[in-house]
């Protein structure tokens, strides 16, 4: 289908989000190019942010954390040696999204805002999460959707980034028609139950702005782990996020999240709950491990997403413990 839109430069964060109200920002344009092709999205308007370079900052600021720019793209963040060297997780989860080629393209708020890779979703059919009645993927071809979290749409959500930044509690800085918000990441991402057809709270016109990552406590780690079928740029099977604080051979904070299991990137509250005072030895590594997922309800080709998270999360805390 041949689409006409506008394409916009705006001169000011303002503007940007005057205009992309009845419209679509644009960043890399890695999905949302895409989308457009494949006749999902139809935006009469794209609001290019890359016009906006006070976007692009990476800052860290003493006692405040690291205020990460809505433009830096994945590759900046994958290359950053401040990052490497005490956020990990972050730089893990950047240098594994996607191929290089995407990578210096893609932005931080466009990998946070991306759509869901469904098949059906990306396909010709009329699914739930496009307006229509059914889920495709219910009785369908599933091997790769959500075993948790899944009402009436099974999608799992494809940001890496999301899972490592969730795990370090990150916030993001919204910038809208209604002025700034700061919401926690995990308030970010919407539950099929809530509503199939978004993925997140975003109110037309609004814009991520930088992602705040608090300075983590002193003696923290975080690492970022992907299972992926191919070797190189594939999604998520499943992905596990840790930053913890180990006092003494045992955790004595911190979260572990989870990508490829739910249709947003996940906090397990009983794993979580099991993290603190457990130690980081054998018994201790395989208690923490059999907590996750113990409510996963698997549709029928994706119940080894249970079993690979679990041992994914036993690698990562013996990574952590070494
Ligand atoms: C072949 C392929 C493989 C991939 N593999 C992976 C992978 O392994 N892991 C992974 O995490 N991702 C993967 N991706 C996704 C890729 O990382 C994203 O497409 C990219 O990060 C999106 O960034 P962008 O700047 O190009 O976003 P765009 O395409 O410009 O925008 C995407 C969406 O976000 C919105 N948006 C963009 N910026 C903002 C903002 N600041 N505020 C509010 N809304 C905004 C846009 O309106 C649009 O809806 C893959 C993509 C492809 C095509
Ligand atoms: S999982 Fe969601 S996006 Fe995929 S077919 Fe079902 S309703 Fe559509």
Same mark, same amino acid.
């Given at each position: 289908?041949?689409?006409?839109?506008?394409?916009?430069?705006?001169?000011?964060?303002?503007?940007?989000?005057?205009?992309?109200?009845?419209?679509?920002?644009?960043?890399?344009?890695?999905?949302?190019?895409?989308?457009?092709?494949?006749?999902?999205?139809?935006?009469?308007?794209?609001?290019?942010?890359?016009?906006?370079?006070?976007?692009?900052?990476?800052?860290?600021?003493?006692?405040?954390?690291?205020?990460?720019?809505?433009?830096?793209?994945?590759?900046?963040?994958?290359?950053? =040696?401040?990052?490497?060297? &005490? +956020?990990?997780?972050? @730089?893990? /989860? #950047?240098?594994?999204?996607?191929?290089?080629?995407?990578?210096?393209?893609?932005?931080?708020?466009?990998?946070?805002?991306?759509?869901?890779?469904?098949?059906?979703?990306?396909?010709?059919?009329?699914?739930?999460?496009?307006?229509?009645?059914?889920?495709?993927?219910?009785?369908?071809?599933?091997?790769?959707?959500?075993?948790?979290?899944?009402?009436?749409?099974?999608?799992?959500?494809?940001?890496?980034?999301?899972?490592?930044?969730?795990?370090?509690?990150?916030?993001?800085?919204?910038?809208?028609?209604?002025?700034?918000?700061?919401?926690?990441?995990?308030?970010?991402?919407?539950?099929?139950?809530?509503?199939?057809?978004?993925?997140?709270?975003?109110?037309?016109?609004?814009?991520?702005?930088?992602?705040?990552?608090?300075?983590?406590?002193?003696?923290?780690?975080?690492?970022?782990?992907?299972?992926? =079928?191919?070797?190189?740029? &594939? +999604?998520?099977?499943? @992905?596990? /996020? #840790?930053?913890?604080?180990?006092?003494?051979?045992?955790?004595?904070?911190?979260?572990?999240?989870?990508?490829?299991?739910?249709?947003?990137?996940?906090?397990?509250?009983?794993?979580?709950?099991?993290?603190?005072?457990?130690?980081?030895?054998?018994?201790?590594?395989?208690?923490?491990?059999?907590?996750?997922?113990?409510?996963?309800?698997?549709?029928?080709?994706?119940?080894?997403?249970?079993?690979?998270?679990?041992?994914?999360?036993?690698?990562?805390?013996?990574?952590?413990?070494?």
């Amino acid at each position: 289908m041949n689409q006409q839109f506008e394409y916009i430069n705006p001169q000011s964060l303002d503007e940007a989000v005057k205009l992309a109200g009845q419209g679509s920002v644009y960043a890399g344009g890695t999905d949302l190019l895409g989308l457009m092709k494949n006749d999902i999205a139809h935006p009469q308007r794209l609001v290019n942010l890359k016009a906006l370079p006070e976007l692009k900052a990476v800052e860290r600021q003493k006692g405040k954390g690291l205020r990460l720019g809505a433009l830096v793209t994945l590759n900046e963040l994958a290359e950053n =040696e401040m990052l490497q060297k &005490d +956020f990990p997780a972050i @730089s893990q /989860a #950047a240098g594994s999204a996607a191929s290089p080629q995407l990578r210096n393209v893609g932005t931080l708020g466009g990998n946070l805002c991306q759509r869901p890779r469904c098949w059906y979703f990306r396909g010709d059919f009329d699914c739930l999460r496009k307006g229509g009645a059914t889920c495709f993927a219910m009785d369908g071809e599933n091997k790769y959707h959500c075993v948790v979290g899944g009402d009436g749409c099974y999608i799992v959500h494809p940001s890496d980034m999301a899972v490592a930044l969730l795990a370090l509690e990150a916030k993001l800085e919204i910038y809208g028609p209604g002025g700034q918000r700061l919401l926690p990441i995990s308030h970010f991402y919407v539950l099929p139950e809530d509503d199939p057809t978004v993925e997140t709270v975003l109110q037309p016109g609004e814009i991520i702005t930088s992602v705040i990552v608090p300075e983590q406590p002193v003696g923290s780690r975080s690492v970022f782990v992907k299972f992926r =079928e191919r070797s190189a740029w &594939d +999604f998520a099977v499943v @992905s596990v /996020a #840790a930053a913890l604080q180990v006092q003494n051979g045992a955790i004595s904070g911190g979260k572990i999240a989870l990508g490829g299991v739910a249709p947003v990137p996940w906090l397990d509250k009983k794993l979580n709950n099991t993290l603190a005072g457990t130690a980081l030895d054998e018994n201790g590594i395989n208690k923490i491990a059999a907590s996750a997922l113990t409510d996963a309800e698997p549709l029928e080709q994706n119940g080894y997403k249970v079993i690979l998270a679990r041992n994914m999360i036993k690698g990562v805390l013996q990574s952590l413990a070494g």
